[in-house]
Nanobody, 126 residues
Framework: QVQLVEYGGGLVQAGGSLRLSCVASERTDSNYAMGWFRQAPGKEREFVAGISGRSDRTMHADSVKGRFTISRDGAKNTMYLQMDSLRPEDSAIYYC???????????????????WGQGNQVTVSS
């Protein structure tokens, strides 16, 4: 069972940047598609970005396209979310997630992910 631990959240002013990291307990590149989701108070968890199992394809939600970038370093068992030009509406708890072993296709659906990190608060002040 894969364990995911997230780092890098915090408080930042609008227009600033943060980088989230998600460290997996085992090597996930080539075998697991992964993604980032977020959940704001009173709202459902929503898809932010995804990366394929072989890291050859990525996708980003329209709301973050051009501002956020998902990437992965297989040697470090780590996935990243670089967040630039942050806005107050980006404030949420951010979760990393991994699909089950062998599921290499990206997905924007929470039900497709088998493993989740503990969540990391990101707050953007205006």
């Amino acid at each position: 069972q894969v364990q995911l631990v997230e780092y890098g959240g915090g408080l930042v002013q609008a227009g600033g940047s943060l980088r989230l990291s998600c460290v997996a307990s085992e090597r996930t590149d080539s075998n697991y598609a992964m993604g980032w989701f977020r959940q704001a108070p009173g709202k459902e968890r929503e898809f932010v970005a995804g990366i394929s199992g072989r890291s050859d394809r990525t996708m980003h939600a329209d709301s973050v396209k051009g501002r956020f970038t998902i990437s992965r370093d297989g040697a470090k068992n780590t996935m990243y979310l670089q967040m630039d030009s942050l806005r107050p509406e980006d404030s949420a708890i951010y979760y990393c997630a991994a699909r089950s072993s062998g599921s290499v296709a990206m997905s924007a659906t929470t039900l497709c992910y088998a493993y989740w990190g503990q969540g990391n608060q990101v707050t953007v002040s205006s």
